[in-house]
Structure formats: structure tokens, C-alpha cells
């Protein structure tokens, strides 16, 4: 099977990570994959089997990047030989140019939604996208039940399929492990995150468990600025440490002690299902979607009520406190983590080629 993965780019991110792992999971199973991109920033590895094209440059008249993207594809699949039996398009607005493509072309059209519809702006150009095209697509996926019935007002072939957890699980769990509390996300993004918050949190650990650090993974300049000053400002400097991009992130989760997402809304957060394979005890605010999705709350970790700061510090202290709890927790996230393997998630994906292809 041809298949084609477009999405904006592979710069650090969760998204960004699924389609490598999925494109990394095709190619192994024996289909013809390419993956688009139409801006500079690989991050993630890539089978070399894998074929990659890059339309990373401006052209004359057309520089806003989905105009780009429209033009680049048009232009490839003129040649009948460039034209996938799939086109797998994702994150944001993606559908904007791949959906007409597809239908100019007659080729099977998937998009892909990486994101709770709530936590989206509803502009004009998303209002396109899910109002008018959307119904020309051949299918959408979407990440969890929570906007099954909001999709299937748009399209009636709507598929909830999780994200692929990328790393190996652990195959043990350390035992006595670093005291760090890890988060990851991109710092520019850290509203979103809640990364402002998390250093609110870090104060409070702080004035009772000096000794437990926080350390941040991710990219984002003015991000970077935004957190470093109040990190400053709090006095945090020798509590919260930006670690910027990584590329051993999986050692960084099977050494700490704890995992934090304070996200404001997800989709279904990868670093959460990342963390969950490396047996390292997780804490999430029960944001709209997503963490529910991954934790059993008081089995395989802890779910705080959505943005309860105080409530959130108090199971914070208790996971500190209590180093049985954290290694319990541990060992039953690694077991649930196995619902999101790549070989599951990879097998619906196919069933769902197949099921448009024939």
C-alpha cells in the first residue's frame, strides 16, 4: 500500500512524534511510505526506508504556508506515478489543503485531529474545515470519546484511535530512583501546559521537600523567557531547571521519581503515555480530555480536579511523602501502558486502509 503522512513539519512535539511512529511502523510492515512536510525542524527519527519530501520553500507568490502546501501538492500529484492510495494529513489545518487535493485527484482522504474540539479557535479557517470539508473527507480520526458526536455532525466515518506510545516499555522498574518531578511540553506553549502554574506548585514543594527538584523538557524561546523570569522572581533557581529539547527523554522518565502534567486541555497527552510505559508515578489535572483517558485514578496514578492548585500540591506532597504509593502507581501504569503499543494502535490504522480501499 502507498501511503502519504503530510503533516506541517516534524519539530519537537506530540503530534510530530505520532506520525514518525507511525510512519516508522508502516514502512515495517511492508507499505510504501512518504512523509510531507513544509517547514524545516526533523526532530524525530525515520526509518531510511521511509521516502521524504520537503516542501520547505517560499514560493513567488504563495508564501502563507497551507497556500504552500495546496500548490506543492498539486504540482506533485499531477504525475500519476506521485499519487498514494492514502493520504494520512495531520494536525490543525492540514484538512485545509490535503481534503481538495484528495478529491481533485480521487485519492482516499484520512485527517486527523490532535486535539479536543473545545480547546481549538474557532476562526474562519477552522470554521471551513470542520463545517464544508470535512464531509468530503473519507475518514476522520479523533483521540478520545469526548468528540466522537461533535465529529459525527461532520463526517459520518469518525474512528477514535489513541496515539502509539513510541518508546520500548520499561523492562523493570528503578527502585531508587532520582527525586525529580519531571514535565514535559513545549515552553512556548505554557498556558497551555500550565508550565506558569507548575512553577506556582514547585514554590509550595519547595518550602517543605527542598531536596526534590523539577525539571521541564522542551523548546520554546519566548517561552524560555517568560518562565526563567519568574523562576527568578520566585527564587525557584536551584528548584526548576529548563532542560530545553532531549533527546534521551525516556532515560530522563525511568530516572525520575514523578511525572507532572498541568495542562490546561490536551488531546490525549503523549508525554503522559510516555511517562506511563517507563513505570514513573503520574499526577495530572483531570483536564477536559485526554489524562483520563491514560490514569485510573489511584491505581495507575493520581487525577486532580482540572487546575486545583491546592488540591494538586497536597497529592503532590502525599506521592513525595509515601515512596511504596510512587512505586505502586509505577508498576500499574507500565501494565496499562500497553493499551497504546504501536503494534494496537498500528493494526487500526491499517484495518482502516483497508476498510476505505476496498
Known amino acids: 500500500m502507498k501511503i502519504d503522512l503530510i503533516i506541517g513539519s516534524l519539530r519537537s512535539g506530540g503530534a510530530e512524534r505520532v506520525v514518525s ?8 510492515t511492508g507499505h510504501e511510505v512518504r512523509l510531507i512536510t513544509f517547514k524545516d525542524g526533523d526532530k524525530y ?7 521524504r519530501k520537503k516542501f520547505h520553500k517560499n514560493l513567488p507568490i504563495f508564501n502563507f504556508a497551507l497556500f504552500r502546501a495546496l500548490i506543492y501538492l498539486f504540482i506533485f500529484y499531477w504525475r500519476k506515478k506521485n499519487r498514494p492510495e492514502i493520504i494520512s494529513a495531520h494536525i490543525g489545518l492540514m484538512g485545509l489543503p490535503t481534503i481538495p487535493i484528495a478529491k481533485i485527484y480521487n485519492l482516499k482522504i484520512i485527517v486527523s485531529e490532535h486535539i479536543n474540539h473545545l480547546s481549538t479557535d474557532l476562526n474562519l479557517e477552522k470554521k471551513i474545515l470542520w463545517n464544508i470539508l470535512y464531509k468530503y473527507a473519507d475518514a476522520i480520526t479523533i483521540l478520545t470519546k469526548f468528540d466522537l458526536a461533535f465529529f459525527k455532525e461532520k463526517n459520518n466515518n469518525v ?13 523493570f522498574i528503578k527502585i531508587n530512583k532520582e527525586k525529580n518531578i519531571l514535565a514535559i511540553g513545549s ?16 514554590l509550595e514543594i519547595k518550602n517543605v521537600s527542598p531536596d526534590w527538584k523539577f525539571q521541564i523538557v522542551g523548546e520554546g524561546d519566548v517561552g524560555r523567557k517568560f518562565l526563567e523570569k519568574k ?24 530516572n525520575s521519581s514523578i511525572f507532572i502534567l498541568c495542562s490546561r486541555f490536551e488531546g490525549l497527552p503523549m508525554a ?52 511504596k504509593f510512587r512505586k505502586d502507581l509505577g508498576v500499574n501504569s507500565l501494565s496499562e501502558s500497553a493499551k497504546f503499543s504501536i503494534k494496537k494502535i498500528g493494526a487500526q490504522w491499517e484495518s482502516l486502509f483497508k476498510s476505505l480501499l476496498e
Open 45 to 51: 527519527h525515520l526509518d531510511n526506508r521511509i521516502i
Open 272 to 323: 503522559l503515555m510516555e511517562a506511563a510505559s517507563q513505570g514513573t508515578a503520574c499526577i495530572a489535572y483531570d483536564c477536559i480530555s485526554g489524562p483520563s483517558d491514560v490514569i485510573e485514578n489511584g491505581i495507575s496514578g493520581i487525577l486532580v480536579k482540572d487546575q486545583d492548585k491546592k488540591e494538586m500540591i497536597q497529592q503532590l506532597k502525599h506521592l513525595i511523602n509515601n515512596k
Open 21 to 28: 511512529t507511525l510512519a516508522n511502523h508502516f514502512v515495517d
Open 159 to 171: 474512528h477514535i484511535i489513541h496515539n502509539p506510545n513510541s518508546f520500548i516499555p520499561a523492562k
Open 231 to 254: 523562576i527568578n522572581k520566585l527564587k525557584l533557581n536551584d528548584t526548576v531547571f529548563l532542560l530545553g529539547y532531549r533527546s534521551d527523554v525516556e532515560e530522563l522518565l525511568r
Open 187 to 202: 515552553l512556548d506553549r505554557y498556558q497551555h501546559k500550565g508550565f506558569d502554574n507548575l512553577l506556582d506548585i514547585a
